[in-house]
């Protein structure tokens, strides 16, 4: 039996004989407050507000479940204060209880803000967030444990407008489930849309729309621990901007200070959560008849894409008590074994100039430690995007540790800067731990204005000694407006701080070639698949090894000090100025090209070039015919077939000799001396040979006659004016200079 409450009058009869099966329907518009325990006149019973009922108040707790009976509104059905009074409550549940709470309909507490005004007609919007304070949609007091679940339906939806105030705040254990599937609004400073400041001893399944307006306001607070899964499955995102989308240069400077207050993180976990955080996305539909094919306790229908967004310094997500050291634990088992997995969008955006940029934010609270069981993962896209000031997408601050990275989506550090700002795809703080990164997507650290510097991987704690690339880390920079220098450093790796050595291998997969995907180089690695390095190498002072067995690196190498090793295989190009502080270099070229763009000799113990290797040397006649060949301590053995060559940064005056290689043992076979042209400009003759006394191998250069060119004699008549002119234009000089043969 339903008992409607048509009106404000009960039906006291009726409820006598059936209280214990009845619950109480409101089905029209209610201007009286409501409780749980007297909800049929005479005693408890549960709640429902139906598709036609409204409680219609301006002050105090709309309904208060005040015993073990549950509340119900639904679609259609509604908690309308508008103008509320300081304080005010939706829906208060008091400790201790048993309650199921379902809202298909909308709980709306507003204040005395009907419209933003432009009070001085300056074209932007003025005044406070909001009035008012200390207002809840859905409040579970303290005191004792929620039995039950909180389920805000994909109807649903929770608005509130007030400083100090809560979309949803769970004050005590909830013993169940907590799930969002509808809206949850929050208006105003120093609030929240949905907190817990208890256990949830079930799964936390966020899946609607939570968002967050306000100085100092975010959009999830999980507040103490969760025992199972935090899965963040929908559009989640805080700030306290007045427009979070950045228009013109004649707007932004209309713009107050109440415009561009600092919002909080939009979710920030302060508690254990031993399933792991999982921003996730629907699994790809295998089974027709399957409604859960992930098997997440979700039905795959209701389920859509995470996009958490942060507009302003505040980061995305973070995760890291000030007061607590917590874990989270692994989600699953395979590519669910991780603690933090991202498979949705998470973006940290400064929008204005001068504000930094965050998207995900580890630890970094002193004294308290953030451990990440089995690693974290990256299947989808993380980003970080600022206008004049630092942008760091992935930051594991100090006392973080977990101990791998493996991402094969897209992370980006995005900057548009005229001053000094750093941008950084992953960085490991001192004070964290990370020994593994694995990548097998897509790093880059870009910037715009040729000032800022940029990193894709930065690790100041010295922990990283593994990374692994099979995608794609790239560190670079553009000019501004005016084409000025660029002086950016572009630092695709930086392990400088370690000391006990680190190994990077790049490694190509094994793929199919087709006609829109071919494989060019016949390295059995497709177009697309082929992994790329680009921006400089940083090790530090351990033994460290650089393995390049597919792609290419083009960059500057520094190997510090250290037994290091540079291996070249499969294939692979490596370019770039090669540094080595104390000349313990093994370099081994099996496979592959080595073009060392250094003009000093370079200090080496050991250097083996094999059949399919070639050493490429850069030249530089206007220093005094500097070369950067190699110096070899030890012994240095050359294949037969083994090719080399050189490369000018400047103009050679006259035919000049100079020396490739020097060792304390020479062992050359049948060196391809044909490839000394062939990896050298046309622009000069370039005959190689061996100087085996000395233990030498060097290279004759001089200019290419007219002759040799095959020039007419119109065109022999202008080459000293020609040559001479490349002195005057470095970018003529630079295409003459790269074209080979």
């Known amino acids: 039996m339903r008992i409607l409450l048509a009106t404000a009058v009960a039906i006291a009869p009726l409820l006598v004989a059936s209280q214990a099966a009845a619950d109480v329907v409101i089905s029209t518009s209610r201007t009286t407050p409501i409780r749980t325990s007297t909800a049929t006149g005479t005693g408890p019973d549960n709640i429902e507000i139906s598709s036609s009922g409204s409680i219609v108040l301006t002050t105090g707790p709309a309904v208060t479940i005040d015993s073990s009976n549950n509340l119900v509104i639904s679609a259609g059905g509604a908690i309308s204060m508008t103008n509320a009074d300081s304080g005010a409550t939706g829906v208060l549940v008091g400790p201790g ?77 909830l013993v169940g489930r907590l799930d969002n599937f509808g809206l949850i609004r929050i208006l105003g400073d120093n609030s929240i849309g949905l907190r817990t400041l208890g256990t949830v001893t079930g799964p936390v399944n966020l899946l609607g729309t939570i968002n967050a307006r306000g100085a100092n306001s975010s959009a999830v607070l999980i507040g103490n621990d969760v025992d199972g899964r935090l899965t963040l499955q929908g559009s989640i995102d805080a700030s306290g901007y007045r427009y979070t989308t950045r228009g013109s240069d004649e707007f932004i400077a209309k713009l107050e200070a109440e415009d561009m207050l600092q919002g909080g993180p939009a979710v920030l976990v302060t508690g254990n959560v031993t399933g792991g955080v999982v921003v996730d996305r629907p699994p790809t539909e295998a089974d027709a008849n399957n409604a859960d094919e992930d098997g997440d306790g979700i039905p795959d229908a209701n389920e859509t894409t995470g996009n958490i967004n942060s507009y302003g310094s505040a980061a995305a997500i973070q995760v890291g008590s000030t007061t607590d050291s917590i874990t989270l634990g692994v989600a699953g088992t395979g590519t669910n074994a991780y603690g933090f997995i991202n498979r949705g969008t998470v973006t940290g955006q400064g929008v204005y100039d001068g504000i930094a940029a965050n998207a995900i934010v580890f630890g970094g609270n002193p004294g308290q430690a953030v451990v990440i069981d089995g690693g974290v993962r990256n299947e989808g896209t993380i980003a970080s995007l600022a206008y004049d000031a630092n942008a760091t997408a992935v930051r594991f601050g100090e006392g ?7 991402n094969n989506g897209a992370i980006t550090a995005g900057m548009s800067s005229d001053v000094a700002a750093t941008g950084t795809s992953i960085q490991i703080d001192a004070g964290a731990n990370l020994p593994s990164i694995n990548n097998d997507g897509t790093l880059l650290a870009s910037t715009g204005g040729g000032v800022a510097d940029v990193y894709g991987i930065r690790d100041l704690s010295g922990t990283l000694t593994s990374i692994t690339n099979t995608g794609s880390i790239q560190a670079v920079a553009s000019a501004n407006d005016d084409g000025d220098p660029i002086t950016s450093q572009r630092v695709a790796i930086d392990v400088s701080a370690n000391t006990t050595g680190v190994t990077y291998i790049q490694d190509g997969i094994a793929s199919t070639p087709t006609s829109a995907d071919p494989d060019t180089d016949g390295d059995g690695v497709t177009d697309s698949n082929e992994p790329i390095t680009i921006g400089d190498v940083r090790f ?23 037994a290091d090793v540079l291996n070249i295989s499969g294939g692979g190009l490596v370019r770039g100025a090669i540094s080595n502080t104390d000349g313990d270099l093994a370099v ?49 053995t050359l294949a037969d077939g083994a090719g080399l060559g050189v490369r000018f940064n400047s103009l050679l005056d006259g035919p000049a000799r100079f020396d490739l290689i020097n060792a304390g043992t020479l062992n050359a076979g049948a060196v391809n001396m044909d490839s000394f042209q062939e990896n050298s400009p046309y622009l000069y003759v370039v005959e190689g040979g061996i100087d085996a006394a000395n233990n030498t191998i060097y290279a004759d250069v001089r200019q290419r006659t007219t002759d040799e060119a095959g020039l007419i004699s119109v065109e022999a008549s202008m080459y000293d004016a020609f040559y001479s002119s490349l002195s005057r234009d470095a970018d003529m000089r630079a295409a003459f200079l790269a074209q080979l043969g």
């Open 588 to 636: 081994n070229i099996s496979d592959g090209v080595l073009e060392t763009r250094q003009t000093t000799v370079l200090d080496v113990s050991s250097l083996n070039i094999g059949a399919d290797g070639n050493l490429i040397v850069t030249i530089d006649p206007a220093a005094n015919n500097a070369s950067g060949g190699m110096n070899v301590s030890g012994t240095a």
């Open 97 to 173: 209880l048993t309650t199921n709470i379902r809202v298909d309909g909308s709980i709306s507490l507003a204040d005395s803000i009907t419209e933003y005004p432009d009070t001085d007609t300056d074209g932007d919007l003025d005044g406070p967030w909001a009035t008012g304070s200390d207002r809840y949609g859905i409040r579970v007091q303290a005191g004792g444990d929620m039995t039950g679940n909180l389920i805000i339906g994909q109807a649903g939806t929770v608005a509130v407008e007030g400083n100090n105030s809560y979309g949803v705040s769970i004050e005590s254990n």
């Open 400 to 406: 973080s540790s977990t101990p791998t990275f493996f």
């Open 540 to 562: 530090g002072s351990g033994a460290d090894v650089l393995d390049v067995r597919n792609g290419y690196i083009d960059g500057d190498i520094s190997f510090g000090a250290g």
